[in-house]
């Protein structure tokens, strides 16, 4: 059965800190993993992430990918209130399936 | 510009009644997905569609139907409402192995 796991589930850390999320996960016929913020309503894209080791930046936001050991981490630098979502993390398998973790509940306080 | 449409936003049913979830995207995407979210689950695929006339299953596919007569819509029905149907329903559309998928509003369903 494929799985997608985060942790934490719920964080709680002040602005200006640094935070790292974690995604593992055990699929087969992997394609990519994937990274959504979800504030209020629906997901939003933002990253998608092939190969192992190459970082992929978004002002604040980095991931990285490691196949071997199956797992992305997702870094969020000087974390500001805007911050504050359900970060989700997803896989793309090959027969076009994608399939989401719990998410991981972070909130920034002020 | 629209996006991805899902109506209605909220609904509430009856054990027993069969309703449409409607969804519908502008964007020519061949990629279409039904995913309902509850508490502390995340987002469970219920069915998607890689082009009109193409179905499949996703985890969680039982008490669901979906139909994609045409690239645009891609409605989900539900034949006979339980309650553990309860849940927001989110559509999604995306060009395929992009990852990227566009989701609409969400429709919040109650069941009683």
């Known amino acids: 059965e494929d799985k997608v796991v985060q942790s934490p589930l719920s964080l709680v850390v002040h602005e200006g800190d640094t935070v790292t999320l974690n995604c593992s996960y055990e699929?087969?016929?992997?394609?990519?993993l994937l990274w959504y913020k979800q504030e209020k309503k629906a997901p939003t894209f933002l990253f998608m992430l092939?190969?192992?080791?190459i970082e992929k930046k978004s002002g604040r936001l980095s991931s990285i990918l490691d196949k071997k050991e199956l797992f992305s981490i997702l870094n969020i630098t000087a974390t500001q209130t805007g911050d504050s979502a359900i970060y989700l993390c997803?896989?793309?398998?090959?027969?076009?399936?994608?399939?989401f973790g719990k998410g991981t509940r972070l909130h920034i306080l002020p | 510009n629209a996006g991805v449409t899902q109506t209605p936003k909220f609904q509430v049913l009856k054990t027993g009644q069969s309703m449409t979830l409607q969804c519908a995207q502008d964007?020519?995407?061949?990629?279409m997905s039904w995913y309902r979210q509850d508490p502390g689950m995340g987002l469970r695929l219920i069915h998607y569609?890689?082009?009109?006339?193409?179905?499949d299953q996703g985890e969680v596919p039982n008490g669901y139907n979906v139909s994609r007569s045409t690239t645009e819509d891609f409605p989900l029905r539900l034949l006979s409402a339980a309650p553990s149907q309860t849940s927001v329903y989110f559509c999604?559309?995306?060009?395929?192995?992009?990852?990227?998928?566009?989701f609409g509003e969400g429709s919040r369903l109650t069941v009683l």
């Open positions: 569609s890689v082009g009109a006339g193409i179905t």
């Open positions: 999604a559309s995306s060009y395929r192995k992009t990852g990227e998928l566009f």
């Open positions: 997803a896989v793309e398998k090959r027969d076009d399936k994608i399939i």
């Open positions: 964007m020519n995407h061949e990629y």
């Open positions: 699929v087969t016929n992997f394609r990519s």
């Open positions: 092939t190969s192992s080791g």
